[in-house]
C-alpha cells in the first residue's frame, strides 16, 4: 500500500473505477485479470492489489441488495400474474445469477478503491518512545 506514487492524473471517481474496473491509483483499467479475479499489480503504475483485502464484503452487500431485488421481483410477479412456478425459476435464477455476477465485479473494485483511498488496513501497534 506504501509504493512511490509516480506523477499521475487525478484518481477516477469510484465510480468508474466499479463500472470499468479501473487501477484506483492511474485510472489504467488494470484492476482484474479475469471475470471477478483481481490482477496481482497494475501493469501501469504497479499498485500492488495484493495488499488490499475486501474479503466478503462484497459478497455481504449483493446478497443483501440482490436478495431483496429478486423478492421484490417475484412477490410483485406472483400477486400481478399468477405464473406457474416453472416460469419463476425461468425468470429469477438466471436474474440473480446475472446480477450477482456483474455486481460482484463493480462492489469488488469499489470496496478496493475505497481502501486504498482511506488507506485501510489492519491495525499496527504504534511504536512507543523507549524513553
Ligand atoms: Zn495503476
Redesign the pocket.
Known amino acids: 500500500m506504501d509504493d512511490p506514487a509516480p506523477a499521475l492524473p487525478p484518481p477516477p471517481r469510484l465510480v468508474a473505477i466499479g463500472l470499468k474496473g479501473l487501477?484506483p491509483?492511474?485510472g489504467?483499467p488494470?484492476l482484474f485479470s479475469g471475470l471477478i479475479a483481481f490482477a496481482p499489480r497494475?501493469a501501469?503504475?504497479g499498485?500492488d492489489f495484493t495488499a488490499f483485502n475486501v474479503g466478503d464484503g462484497p459478497a455481504a452487500f449483493l446478497t443483501l441488495i440482490v436478495g431483496t431485488l429478486v423478492c421484490i421481483g417475484a412477490i410483485a410477479l406472483e400477486l400481478t400474474a399468477h405464473p406457474p412456478f416453472w416460469v419463476h425459476v425461468l425468470i429469477w435464477v438466471p436474474v440473480t445469477l446475472g446480477l450477482v455476477l456483474v455486481l460482484l465485479r463493480v462492489a469488488k473494485a469499489m470496496l478496493l478503491a475505497s481502501e486504498y483511498r482511506n488507506r485501510a488496513g489492519e491495525g499496527r501497534l504504534a511504536e512507543r518512545d523507549p524513553r
Open positions: 487501477c491509483r492511474c489504467a488494470t497494475c501501469a503504475c499498485l
